[in-house]
């Protein structure tokens, strides 16, 4: 343990001396994250505004106010569990780069692991401000219990660790093929919907609902958001805690079985 | 301690009548275990390949063509602990395809190799530890970090001691007087100065058996000198072991005792430097400064003369009648300074490459 302690110590060191280095770059890709749920929250407050009532899904209806909560949770813990590895790691494997990781006694995942904390860190300091500003002037429904918002840290955390390691499985597809962005865009598109990022599942039709359940998604995604906001019973709230950890073995081990193939494969023009 | 000296020649290639070159794998040296131990080793890419063309790349989509790449066919040798041996052949020869499957990065396609008892491609932390691969063309350090940040990363991940870190590290300050370009990011550094650097962080742990690849590669001739020396050092030092790749020969002569020569994919020589210059070019150089009185003497009876201006000559004379040569030319001219010479190391390799019979391009 104390091993593992002084390698994300050394390396989140690392990675913020590099983010200085880059810090108008940094900004940029903060406001991106930013933005997109922000986008998201300004079409639907329009069409809460337009209807002048709540928008009704199967299951669950949204206000302004709540439209306004949702997509500033999302904003948070959209952030906290963004991976960006693929676009990444197929980089080094097609230029070879990735050859210097892979000699070293640690795995790769562990270094990109600590550069994504770190980004996230620094990145949540410069948009907090944002964020508040935000909060104040959207005026979002509060929940009335501070219980789902507590239950939902164990369940962010999960959610940012399932995301990766998925994200980490994608990225080694480049092993086989080099242009795993085209995959990685499909997987992006396929997240927007199922997990809740560009609308509230439970408007959502019953069927993307359905698949979203089905698979990782909603768990990587908009399940804590609708657990902070307390939109989900406590036992369906334990259940979903559990099916997480079920993703994430699943994950675990769907990487290490792609990543031990790919391995094999990895014969990069610049290896 | 290094016994690169006491390597007796492995089967060396024979010059035919035809001057062809009888090809032959090495055998194993006797009596000691080897350190790397190679045996069949064969990698085949697989190639992806179209013609040139828009109608090429549409039908591409449809039927793939690939191509399969020999890159290393049934290569057989052993390396002993503390040596250093030079890994030589034309680019594309399949040198840097060896060294990679032997630090893991690449599976081999068939045969097997251990080195320090480790399958390379199992990728066993324990083996990744002991080992270093440095290639001139690859920077393991962050290019935008000042090197002393990445030591600190692999001190960390190598669990190196404090004490021995400190140690190590102060070494290497000193032998490859890194001083300050350790404070100053690593893509502010000269190509020479990010090679020192690179060496250094391969180093860190103290790996007992170094690959380099190149180690030398577009860096200036003092700074060639300087990784010479240093490598020479550390194997000393150290007692490591050695397998380096360079395509500048004076590299190859000031550090190895021993070469193995690929070609194609294929062994073509394993054995002592010099023993490979007496069997592809047997004969020496012998260079002649004349006195003023020898103007106009025929220094061309003593030899083929490779160059005749003025009061200098070149002659090139068979090994074995050199000895008698010098005495008849000492006898009848009068010189002021005479000295002979291995043709050039260049000259050997060329020409070994350039061999009909080692499946290389025909000599001109």
């Known amino acids: 343990m104390k091993y593992w302690i002084a390698v994300y110590r050394v390396n989140l060191r690392v990675a913020w001396a590099m983010m200085m280095q880059y810090r108008f770059a940094i900004l940029i890709w903060a406001v991106w994250g930013f933005v997109g749920p922000l986008v998201s929250l300004a079409v639907w407050s329009a069409a809460a505004h337009s209807r002048g009532s709540d928008v009704v899904g199967a299951s669950q209806s949204f206000s302004r106010g709540d439209f306004a909560a949702y997509f500033l949770v999302y904003m948070i ?6 991976s960006w590895d693929a676009f990444e790691f197929a980089y080094r494997v097609r230029t070879g780069s990735l050859s210097p990781q892979l000699l070293r006694p640690l795995h790769p995942i562990h270094a990109d692991a600590s550069y994504n904390i770190g980004f996230k860190v620094i990145t949540s300091i410069i948009v907090a401000p944002a964020w508040v500003a935000l909060f104040v002037l959207l005026k979002p429904a509060i929940p009335d219990s501070p219980v789902g918002l507590l239950m939902s840290l164990p369940a962010l955390a999960l959610a940012a660790v399932t995301r990766y390691v998925w994200q980490y499985a994608l990225a080694a597809i480049a092993f086989w093929t080099t242009r795993v962005d085209a995959i990685n865009q499909f997987y992006f598109v396929l997240d927007a919907f199922l997990a809740g990022r560009i609308a509230p599942i439970a408007l959502m039709p019953a069927w993307i609902a359905a698949v979203s359940r089905v698979t990782p998604f909603w768990y990587m995604g908009a399940f804590p958001v609708e657990l902070a906001l307390g939109r989900v019973p406590l036992q369906s709230a334990l259940t979903g805690m559990a099916l997480q950890v079920v993703w994430l073995l699943i994950g675990i081990a769907v990487f290490r079985a792609v990543w031990a193939a790919g391995i094999k494969q990895y014969s990069a023009v610049g290896a | 301690m290094s016994d690169a000296g006491t390597v007796s020649d492995r089967e060396l290639p024979e010059l035919s009548k035809g001057g062809q070159i009888a090809l032959a794998p090495s055998g194993d040296a006797e009596g000691e275990e080897a350190q790397v131990h190679i045996h069949g080793l064969s990698k085949v890419y697989r190639v992806h390949e179209r013609p040139a063309g828009l109608a090429a790349s549409f039908a591409s989509l449809f039927r793939r063509r690939f191509k399969e790449v020999q890159a290393v066919t049934d290569v057989t040798f052993d390396i002993h602990a503390g040596e250093i041996v030079g890994f030589l052949g034309p680019n594309g020869a399949g040198k840097t395809t060896t060294l990679k499957m032997l630090a893991g990065l690449l599976n081999p396609t068939s045969g097997h190799a251990t080195v320090l008892g480790y399958t390379p491609w199992r990728r066993q932390n324990e083996y990744l530890r002991s080992i270093s691969l440095v290639m001139g063309n690859r920077n393991q350090l962050n ?7 990445s030591f600190l990363v ?7 001691p404090k004490a021995q870190f400190r140690e190590t590290l102060d070494e290497l300050i000193e032998l490859l007087d890194l001083g300050e370009l350790l404070t100053k990011p690593v893509r502010g550094l000269s190509l020479g100065e990010r090679m020192k650097c690179e060496l250094a962080a391969a180093l860190l742990h103290r790996p007992r058996v170094l690959f380099l690849d190149e ?9 060639q000198g300087r ?3 240093f490598v020479s050092d550390y194997n000393r030092r150290t007692g490591a072991t050695v397998l380096l790749t360079s395509h500048y020969m004076a590299d190859v002569t000031a550090l190895c005792r021993r070469v193995v020569v690929i070609h194609r994919g294929k062994l073509l020589y394993d054995g002592g430097l010099e023993a490979l210059a007496e069997r592809i070019l047997p004969y020496k150089l012998i260079r002649l400064d004349l006195q003023d009185g020898a103007v106009g003497a025929d220094i061309s009876r003593f030899g083929d003369a490779v160059e005749i201006s003025g009061l200098k000559a070149t002659l090139r004379t068979p090994r074995a009648e050199t000895p008698a040569t010098v005495a008849r030319i000492l006898a009848d001219v009068p010189v002021v300074d005479l000295t002979v010479e291995d043709p050039p190391i260049e000259d050997v390799i060329d020409l070994l490459f350039t061999e009909p019979g080692t499946d290389g391009a025909a000599p001109s």
């Open chain 2, 154 to 160: 692999n001190q960390v991940i190598y669990e190196i």
């Open chain 1, 77 to 82: 813990f959209g952030h906290i569990t963004m």
């Open chain 2, 143 to 149: 290019w935008d970090i000042p090197a002393m940040d």
């Open chain 2, 227 to 229: 990784i010479r020396r």
């Open chain 2, 215 to 223: 180690p030398t590669l577009g860096v200036d001739v003092t700074m």
